[in-house]
């Protein structure tokens, strides 16, 4: 029997060691490689070209959403199911447009999560069951413009992605040139083109729309550069 490979992507050790135990028990998948931020996710998809990885949402580096788009780019086969403790219409939205064919809250039952593995491995779509009986009570254009923040409306690149990131982590500029491998005026362009094409003037507001975004989680301490 061909196993279903999978790749988890999770900062937090304790929940991806769960998932990993979990998966474990399962005779028809095999859990080949673990994540713990963004960049590493999509390194290490390219490499082992899993069947499908459960991407974190949120996590350090690069969030869920970008690192989908960068891999899914590289590699449109491979299958994202986009991992999140929130059940956000924004959320949900942003998570498909970015490409995943699926979306687990972590609070998901461990049934569930091997079900939605499966479905997805076989070309389906799958979403918590919470998040499906919610969008079954709205309709499709609601759905799809669900939230006030929408990430495709705005067309951000890769590059905005990731500067947005950093500064709502709290990041200087200094930091986040150092990061990024680029230098403190470009990083200084990028912020006035994040601020220009969401019309947020200030640090505290490109904080709060990657909160609602689902880039970072609402733990992150705002931070005033």
Same mark, same amino acid.
């Given at each position: 029997m061909k196993k279903i490979t999978v790749l988890l992507a999770e900062d937090h050790?304790?929940?991806?060691?769960?998932? &990993?135990?979990?998966?474990?028990?399962?005779?028809?998948?095999?859990?080949?490689?673990?994540? $713990?931020?963004?960049? $590493?996710?999509v390194a290490l998809a390219l490499k082992l070209q899993p069947a499908v990885v459960l991407m974190?949402? *949120?996590?350090?580096?690069?969030?869920?959403?970008?690192?989908?788009? $960068?891999l899914l780019k590289a590699q449109p086969?491979?299958?994202?199911?986009?991992?999140? *403790? &929130?059940?956000?219409?924004?959320?949900?939205?942003?998570?498909?447009?970015?490409? *995943?064919?699926?979306?687990?809250?972590? $609070?998901?039952?461990?049934q569930d999560v091997c079900r939605a593995i499966r479905e997805v491995a076989s070309g389906k779509?799958?979403?918590?069951?919470?998040?499906s009986r919610r969008q079954d009570r709205i309709n499709p254009e609601a759905a799809h413009h669900a939230g006030k923040f929408n990430l495709k409306t705005v067309q951000l690149t890769s590059r905005e992605m990731e500067v947005l990131q950093l500064i709502a982590e709290g990041k200087a500029n200094k930091e986040t040139a150092a990061e990024l491998g680029i230098g403190m005026k470009t990083v200084e362009k990028h912020r006035e083109h994040l601020m220009e094409k969401l019309d947020i003037h200030d640090?505290?507001?490109?904080?709060?729309?990657?909160?609602?975004?689902?880039?970072?989680?609402s733990s992150v301490q705002m931070t005033i550069i």
């Open positions: 050790t304790i929940v991806r060691e769960g998932f &990993h135990k979990m998966l474990d028990f399962e005779a028809d998948i095999e859990v080949v490689g673990e994540a $713990q931020d963004g960049r $590493q996710a974190d949402i *949120a996590m350090p580096l690069l969030n869920g959403l970008e690192a989908t788009r $960068q086969a491979i299958k994202v199911l986009m991992l999140s *403790a &929130h059940s956000d219409d924004a959320y949900v939205t942003n998570a498909v447009e970015s490409g *995943a064919v699926g979306f687990l809250l972590k $609070q998901t039952s461990s779509t799958f979403f918590s069951p919470a998040i640090t505290a507001g490109l904080t709060r729309y990657a909160i609602s975004a689902g880039i970072i989680e």
